[in-house]
């Protein structure tokens, strides 16, 4: 089955029975490799919730959650969405997933009707290899056995190319930053709230990953440090409408790291050059 139609059902949620005072939606999660649930899976899934209960007319523009507990895998998921605001220009959400009655998320979310008012951006990186030109993420990890191979490179729904070179296995000498050009695997036709929920979803894919490249490592040379890392918090702007479905230059710095706690900031351009969106997140990284 292609993984597109794979994700366009993992963001399908169905309405629940239960009558509490929020809006209740039930998520699955798609056979994986993992015991964990992905954490951009929870929160492509809470932007769903979120967006079943604003009108049509108002588009999630910023995110701020934070991973309270890992996710099964074998477990449904259960979003509880409170109302907080209807304005005349936003509207404000609380989400909380939950499993077994615990929440496993806490986010709030803000939609807004379009406005205008003044336009400026900051500029995409020069001279990047366009992603046509590159290896795709399954070619990379083709020769290599294992099921978490299998899982970055074949289930994905998402076709990962890295300008500087992946750190799968090296840095390539490359430090400072983390390039990854980015598009679903497939078509997705879908309303704009549900390809801000894509892009949710794929923007927590590499974060961690920048802040291993920053201090040295690939995931093979932590891998035997006996690596232990987690998403903490994770908060997201959104600019523009973009299709998941085509190319995005994602730019992403880590910036800070101290405690175990590392501090990853995140750029995604279109093709054209227009910042789509901009991404937060500090993550547990812990190498023994």
Do not use: C
């Not at 499993?99 to 379009?114: A, H, N």
């Not at 336009?119 to 990379?140: F, H, I, K, R």
């Amino acid at each position: 089955m292609p993984s597109t139609i794979d994700l366009a059902r993992l963001l399908d949620l169905a309405p629940s029975e239960a009558r509490t005072s929020e809006d209740i939606f039930v998520g699955h999660t798609p056979a994986s490799e993992r015991d964990r649930v992905f954490g951009g899976q929870v929160l492509a899934q809470a932007v769903v919730a979120a967006s079943r209960t604003v009108d049509d007319d108002r588009n999630i523009h910023s995110l701020h959650g934070y991973f309270l507990r890992p996710g099964d895998v074998s477990k449904p998921i259960t979003y509880g969405v409170s109302r907080l605001r209807d304005g005349r220009s936003f509207s404000a959400r609380r989400v909380h997933a939950y499993q077994d009655g615990t929440p496993i998320l806490s986010m709030i979310s803000s939609f807004e009707v379009s406005g205008s008012g003044p336009t400026y951006q900051d500029t995409m990186p020069q001279g990047v290899p366009d992603p046509e030109t590159l290896p795709s993420a399954s070619d990379e990890l083709a020769a290599i056995e294992h099921p978490m191979a299998r899982e970055w490179g074949v289930v994905r729904p998402f076709d990962l190319r890295y300008p500087d070179g992946s750190a799968f296995v090296s840095t390539n000498g490359v430090t400072e930053r983390n390039l990854v050009w980015m598009r679903l695997k497939g078509d997705f036709d879908a309303p704009e709230n549900l390809q801000r929920a894509a892009l949710a979803y794929a923007s927590d894919y590499t974060l961690i990953e920048t802040s291993l490249r920053r201090a040295g490592e690939s995931w093979l040379s932590a891998a035997g440090k006996k690596m232990h890392m987690a998403s903490l918090d994770h908060g997201m702007w959104w600019h523009r409408p973009a299709r998941a479905d085509e190319w995005l230059l994602y730019v992403q710095e880590a910036t800070s790291a101290q405690d175990s706690r590392a501090l990853i900031r995140g750029s995604i351009f279109n093709r054209a050059g227009e910042l789509v969106a901009t991404v937060a997140q500090e993550g547990m990284v812990r190498l023994n």
